[in-house]
């Protein structure tokens, strides 16, 4: 079955570095989503992404954070200086195939540190 | 603005024992829902998802859950917990559109009691 893969599944930095989390969703998908669990917190939204655009984003996505598909199978997440409050599980999922079925499929996820 | 509420916090049930984990959501239109479970350091995977349609959903691992509408509810049920059941689960409402975003509960804990 396919599925939706991140690497790094840890990622460990200094603040004030730049990361960038990647994610190969899944293949005919579409629609593509980034969102964060603060230990022992909610998973919360942080953007979604369609035809090379940004189609929504949450207020936490502020001008720290980027996204791109740089190529036909990869998304990325950019945090350009970290703080300590981005020490986060990252999760990406992907929706909406061939046949949209509006589900969107996480992948296992990254989780950061930053020291 | 759709939001979930997930009012348990922590469940302990007894191996064999029945569950229901309790699930509330605000949405201004016929919601999408879905459950996931996490467990501990592992990603998010669905259990199961309402659309449309018959309002009781069938999902993996033995997994049940409810649609009603009158009671903006989607309660998760399994008649019979096993040990490796215990984990997080998170029960979520999806816009209607795919770049829509889906909003989490804050998630309930089961532990399974041997």
């Known amino acids: 079955e396919p599925e939706v893969t991140q690497t790094p599944s840890h990622q460990v930095t200094q603040m004030g570095q730049e990361v960038i989390l990647r994610c190969v969703p899944i293949?005919?998908?579409?629609?593509f989503y980034w969102y964060r669990q603060i230990l022992g917190q909610k998973v919360e939204f942080l953007v979604s992404f369609y035809n090379n655009e940004i189609s929504e984003k949450s207020e936490i996505f502020d001008d720290q954070f980027s996204v791109e598909r740089p190529d036909g199978s990869n998304f990325t997440l950019k945090i350009r200086s970290t703080k300590l409050e981005d020490s986060a599980m990252y999760f990406c999922a992907s929706s909406g195939g061939l046949v949209t079925t509006d589900t969107q499929y996480f992948g296992p996820g990254t989780r950061l540190t930053v020291l | 603005a759709q939001s979930v509420t997930q009012p348990d916090i922590h469940i302990t049930v007894s191996e064999g024992a029945s569950l229901e984990l309790r699930c509330n959501y605000s949405y201004g239109a016929t919601p999408y829902l879905f459950w996931y479970v996490q467990s501990p350091g592992q990603g998010l995977q669905l259990l199961l998802k309402y659309f449309s349609g018959d309002t009781l959903v069938q999902g993996i691992k033995g997994f049940e859950a409810e649609f009603k509408r009158s009671q903006s509810s989607f309660n998760l049920r399994k008649p019979s917990v096993h040990w490796s059941d215990a984990a997080e689960y998170f029960c979520?409402?999806?816009?209607?559109?795919?770049?829509?975003?889906?909003?989490f509960g804050d998630g309930t804990t089961l532990t399974v009691k041997p």
């Open positions: 293949s005919n998908h579409l629609y």
């Open positions: 979520a409402v999806g816009a209607r559109t795919n770049a829509g975003k889906s909003t």
